[in-house]
């Protein structure tokens, strides 16, 4: 019996190319800071230095102070000083990067399927992002915190995906065991991965990422209106 899902967002829930995004993302985020002293290339290294540390992070801190962990060994006291230039950037200019999302009224709908059949929803999108960031685009999506039982983000969490950690520790929080479970994504690597944990998976197919070329056929997947079905099914 399915007791939880858990949805990704990026990709999925919220319709985007993740290297458009990306790279929207840093030239927001490089202009916002340029005034502060800081060069693009060296910033944009030292946050994909930053994030490195939180995919390999242990669970013995949490992804935020991974992050900033790495930023302060290259920036130094900068970095604790400016954390609040960073705060205001994602509160305003971070907002302009939903010109490059798309929208899909179709996401609130599986996540309303979800929430009439009684089961449990998790966001479990890779916490890489403070919640503010995280909040945001869960709205561009048409969707609230509040229509999840637990989202990550980089405050609450230790572990990032394709760590089997990151999933356990979210189906622990839920109280579920792993084959109560379905993850939906669109990342073979890091959400169709939970299926070693006993977990069943559905693989959104409009933006798939599959950097490894693996066979796809072996996942239940398809569109929006394939995953309605896929939820009517397994939730019945």
Known sequence: MI???????DGTLLPMDNEVFTKVYFKLLCKKLAP???????LIQTIWAGTKNMVMNNGTMT??????????EIYGNKAKTDRLIFDGFYENEFQEA???CGYNEASKEVVDICKSKGVKVALATNP???????ESRMRWAGLDKDDFEIYTTYENIGYSK???????EIINRLGVQADECIMIGNDVDEDMVVEELGMKVF???NDVINKS?????????GDFEALKKFLQDELA
């Open 3 to 9: 007791k939880a899902v858990l949805f990704d967002l």
């Open 36 to 42: 502060y002293g800081y060069e693009s290339e060296e």
């Open 63 to 72: 992804n935020e102070e991974a992050f900033w962990s790495k930023f302060e």
């Open 98 to 100: 939903k010109s490059v």
């Open 128 to 134: 890489i992002f403070p919640s503010y960031a995280t």
């Open 162 to 168: 394709p760590n089997l950690k990151y999933y356990i």
């Open 203 to 205: 693989l959104l197919s």
């Open 213 to 221: 070329n693996k066979d796809i056929s072996q996942y239940p997947s």
